[in-house]
């Protein structure tokens, strides 16, 4: 029971990594608002919600509903995200560059802009925002997930230096995780991202779901502005 009695907000949680959060952080006492596009089953903890993260009204009506039922707010996980183009700056179409980013990067910036000022009222709050190795290191094409992800990074470090000492926000950067993005992706590009991670293999979304619980608990009370890297030691070169 490392969450009980914590409320948290979990984006992206019917499938893959926000799924396994939401799920984890229910088993661990928290009251989780699992959001996501697609709705997903509910349980004592775990209540499903219908939202697409690129939207601000969404969020204001999130945050107003949970303000209403429960009356603060513990943890954000903010997760929700899409992959979307594997083209280069010069090719990606810029339909898809501004989808990539108003998911992955203003979709995580909405979500602090409105849980923010709840979490305040309450006097303490934890912020897990989920970026990727994109948002460390080099790949070749992806432009617009890198260009989302490298912002993720720097935006949790600001949220971090902005609201210390109330606000923790720190980020997580997972590496090949057995997904919906992965089972969407070139075989060839994963067999090469397996021979690349040291570890020699994927990882399940659980074993991410593990670092999002430490960082969203008390345990890790004087972490903030870090990267947690899960993957396998993939960026260790
Ligand atoms: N799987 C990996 O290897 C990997 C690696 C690094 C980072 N990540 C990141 O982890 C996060 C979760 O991805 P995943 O691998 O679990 O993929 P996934 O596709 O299984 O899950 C993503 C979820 O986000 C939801 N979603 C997409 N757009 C949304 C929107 N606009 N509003 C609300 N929900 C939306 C989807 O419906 C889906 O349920 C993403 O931010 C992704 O970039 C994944």
């Known amino acids: ?8 907000i979990v984006t992206g949680a019917a499938s893959g990594i926000g799924r396994a959060v939401a799920d984890l952080f229910a088993e661990h006492g928290a009251t989780v608002y699992a959001t996501d596009l697609d709705e997903r089953d509910g349980s004592e903890r775990i209540v499903s919600v219908r939202q697409d993260v690129s939207v601000e009204s969404e969020w204001s009506a999130l945050i107003a509903r949970i303000e209403r039922e429960q009356g ?27 989808r990539i980013i108003a998911v992955n990067q203003t979709g995580f ?38 260009a ?20 923790r926000a720190n980020s997580l950067h997972p590496g090949a995780i057995l997904t919906r993005i992965i089972e969407k992706q070139d075989h060839a590009l994963n067999q090469q991202l397996i021979a690349d991670t040291p570890l020699g293999r994927m990882a399940e979304p659980r074993e991410v779901a593990y670092a999002a619980l430490y960082l969203a608990s008390d345990e890790s009370a004087f972490v903030t502005g870090a990267e947690l890297v899960i993957d396998g030691g993939y960026t260790i070169r």
């Open 148 to 167: 989302s992800k490298g912002a993720v990074t720097t935006l949790t470090k600001n949220a971090a230096l902005t609201y210390a000492p109330v606000i």
């Open 72 to 98: 603060r707010l513990d943890v954000l996980v903010n997760n929700a995200g899409i992959v979307g183009s594997y083209d280069s700056i010069t090719d990606v179409a810029m339909a898809d560059y501004h």
């Open 1 to 8: 029971m490392r969450l009980a009695d914590k409320v948290a």
């Open 109 to 146: 910036f909405l979500g602090m802009r409105c849980a923010i000022p709840l979490m305040q009222r309450g006097g303490k709050g934890s912020i897990v925002n989920v970026s990727s190795i994109w948002g460390l290191i080099g790949a070749v094409g992806v432009a617009a997930y890198q």
